[in-house]
């Protein structure tokens, strides 16, 4: 069971159901709320997403360990699970039936909410975490937008499907109102940061696995530009995710006004992202640059609890 749990990567399944949990109600409710709307999505109907987002995702840690199995001998050889407990065939047998339970009920929100990119959507993830383990992972920069633009997504689909079951009930004026442009904008908002600081991470986990990833034909953004290059690069999107951060903190009336905002921004994370560009400079090692990633997604899960002070703001 821990060897199966390691596999689907069950802390970050957590980290999902975390995120989707929070910009529903957290964020989207309380926005509605505050404009006079009910929730129309039930909260069983809501449960399916976050089933359907976790299913696929775990379906995606699955197949890439499975096409990954050459490298994870070189890079973590004592972390492998395929291979070592569970045989190829049981781990290929996993991602089918997690795939087709992720469509499945993802299918059946497309019907209810009468979306039919939805159904394309859910339709093609499969097929796009299948393509990114075998050629997009390979490809360097590619695979880390893929990645961290699927994170993102994850946050986006929420209100989607809120705002879609809410125009069935109250027409397509729900769509042009207020109560929709800010939550569209908030939850873009939180869904650009968990985008940029997946997209460091992607590319500090690149550094952590070069050795690996060389041997195994990767071209990865470190194997093709170098690793100092990369931490330029690193520094670059960190810097401006924090320039982004204070801009919106300085633009929006509601976060600057907040003694508690200003305070966790600085405290929980800016000052953790100055501290990485420190640990960024000295690190020179996969199990450094290991405790870089993993402090980036410490930072990452900072930002989507800011989730929750955000939705007390309205």
Same mark, same amino acid.
Not at 51 to 64: D, E, H, P, Q
Not at 171 to 189: H, M, R
Not at 262 to 280: C, D, E, M
């Given at each position: %069971?821990?060897?199966?749990?390691? /596999?689907?990567?069950?802390?970050?399944?957590?980290?999902?159901?975390? @995120?989707?949990?929070?910009?529903?109600?957290g964020l989207i409710i309380p926005i509605l709320n505050h404009y006079?709307?009910?929730?129309?999505?039930?909260?069983?109907?809501?449960? &399916? @997403?976050? /089933?359907?987002?976790?299913? /696929?995702?775990?379906?995606?840690?699955?197949?890439?360990?499975?096409?990954?199995? =050459?490298?994870?001998?070189?890079?973590?050889?004592? $972390? %492998?699970?395929?291979?070592?407990? &569970? $045989? =190829?065939?049981?781990?290929?047998?996993?991602?089918?039936?997690?795939?087709?339970?992720?469509?499945?009920?993802? /299918?059946f929100l497309s019907y209810v909410a009468r979306k039919e990119t939805w159904a394309l959507m859910f339709l093609a993830m499969p097929l796009i975490l299948w393509y990114y383990s075998t050629t997009f992972k390979k490809q360097g920069f590619i695979g880390n937008i893929v990645v961290s633009?699927?994170?993102?997504?994850?946050?986006?689909?929420?209100?989607?499907l809120e705002f879609a079951m809410l125009e069935r009930v109250h027409g397509s004026a729900v769509i042009n109102s207020e109560a929709c442009s800010t939550a569209w904008f908030w939850t873009l908002g939180f869904a650009f940061f968990a985008f940029a600081t997946t997209l460091i991470r992607e590319v500090v986990k690149d550094m952590e696995d070069m050795y690996g990833d060389e041997k195994g034909g990767c071209r990865t953004l470190p194997i093709e530009i170098g690793i100092n290059y990369a931490k330029i690069f690193v520094l670059i999107l960190t810097g401006g995710t924090l320039l982004s951060l204070w801009g919106l903190?300085?633009?929006?009336?509601?976060?600057?006004?907040?003694?508690?905002?200003?305070?966790?921004?600085?405290?929980?994370?800016?000052?953790?992202?100055?501290?990485?560009? *420190?640990?960024?400079?000295?690190?020179?090692?996969?199990?450094?640059?290991? =405790? &870089?990633?993993?402090?980036? $997604?410490?930072?990452?899960?900072?930002?989507? %609890?800011?989730?929750?002070?955000?939705? *007390?703001?309205f």
């Amino acid at each position: %069971m821990i060897s199966l749990l390691r /596999l689907v990567r069950f802390p970050n399944l957590i980290i999902i159901v975390l @995120l989707q949990s929070l910009v529903r109600y957290g964020l989207i409710i309380p926005i509605l709320n505050h404009y006079g709307y009910d929730p129309v999505l039930s909260h069983f109907r809501f449960g &399916l @997403l976050v /089933l359907a987002t976790v299913c /696929l995702a775990a379906s995606g840690y699955v197949i890439n360990d499975y096409f990954d199995i =050459r490298i994870d001998r070189i890079n973590r050889p004592h $972390k %492998m699970v395929i291979d070592n407990g &569970l $045989k =190829r065939r049981e781990a290929m047998f996993l991602h089918v039936i997690l795939s087709f339970l992720g469509v499945f009920i993802g /299918l059946f929100l497309s019907y209810v909410a009468r979306k039919e990119t939805w159904a394309l959507m859910f339709l093609a993830m499969p097929l796009i975490l299948w393509y990114y383990s075998t050629t997009f992972k390979k490809q360097g920069f590619i695979g880390n937008i893929v990645v961290s633009g699927l994170t993102a997504l994850v946050a986006i689909v929420v209100v989607s499907l809120e705002f879609a079951m809410l125009e069935r009930v109250h027409g397509s004026a729900v769509i042009n109102s207020e109560a929709c442009s800010t939550a569209w904008f908030w939850t873009l908002g939180f869904a650009f940061f968990a985008f940029a600081t997946t997209l460091i991470r992607e590319v500090v986990k690149d550094m952590e696995d070069m050795y690996g990833d060389e041997k195994g034909g990767c071209r990865t953004l470190p194997i093709e530009i170098g690793i100092n290059y990369a931490k330029i690069f690193v520094l670059i999107l960190t810097g401006g995710t924090l320039l982004s951060l204070w801009g919106l903190y300085f633009y929006i009336d509601i976060l600057n006004s907040s003694d508690v905002t200003l305070w966790y921004l600085v405290g929980l994370i800016t000052l953790p992202f100055l501290w990485s560009l *420190y640990l960024l400079y000295k690190s020179d090692s996969p199990k450094a640059y290991h =405790r &870089l990633s993993t402090l980036y $997604k410490i930072i990452m899960l900072m930002g989507i %609890m800011f989730i929750a002070i955000g939705g *007390y703001l309205f």
